[in-house]
């Protein structure tokens, strides 16, 4: 079972700390390296397909965030080798699993998914994530920072002075966006 620790990177980059990943440009996928996943594991594909100039800017933040993830397989359970298999499905090789990662939320390398969730915790970049992950749904639109500024402060500040949750999100529905409809 194939890994993917970019699909993985993306997803914890852009929905839980809300990084502004663009897209990759157009023809990023031309003229890639051939590899031959019978013998290279995910992570060293990964490194390999993404290894140029061009791509480390977003792939040197998306890629260490997915290999933290390594340490599970592709439907999440627990593993510390990599089966590898050939196009017939025969297994060819067995690799142990790598899942340290440098992300820029921490001086020393991380090891696995636990310390990941614990270094991007204490960067507190999930809590603002999902203050403007919520007030989108309450409100139904993108976040307006001239208008909703100051309540996704709010927010932010109870989740980190430990507040329960219910009083956290009782600040959106108490908000007078909420309440009141603006006339078109």
């Keep these: 079972s194939i890994t993917h620790p970019i699909l993985r990177g993306v997803f914890v980059r852009r929905q839980i700390t809300c990084d502004n990943l663009q897209a990759a440009p157009g023809g990023a996928m031309d003229d890639l390296p ?8 995910s992570r060293d594909a990964t490194n390999r397909l993404t290894g140029s100039i061009d791509c480390s800017g977003c792939h040197g933040r998306i ?8 340490g599970f397989d592709a439907i999440g359970r627990t593993r510390t080798m990599e089966p590898l298999f050939n196009a017939a499905g025969e297994q060819t090789a067995l690799l142990p699993i790598d899942a340290t990662a440098e992300v820029f939320e921490s001086e020393d390398p991380i090891e ?25 749904f309450a409100l139904g639109r993108t976040e307006r920072l001239e208008e909703d500024g100051c309540l ?5 500040e109870a989740i980190d002075d430990g507040r329960p949750l ?3 999100l009782s600040m959106v529905i108490l908000n007078d966006d909420f309440r009141v409809r603006a006339e078109n």
């Design 34 to 41: 051939v590899v031959d996943r019978s013998v290279v594991g």
């Design 63 to 70: 890629n260490p965030t997915g290999f933290a993830f390594e």
């Design 112 to 136: 696995g998914a636990v310390e990941l969730g614990q270094v991007l915790f204490d960067s507190e970049k999930p809590g603002a994530c999902f203050t403007r992950h919520y007030v989108r």
């Design 152 to 156: 996704l402060r709010d927010m932010d």
């Design 166 to 168: 219910r009083e956290v």
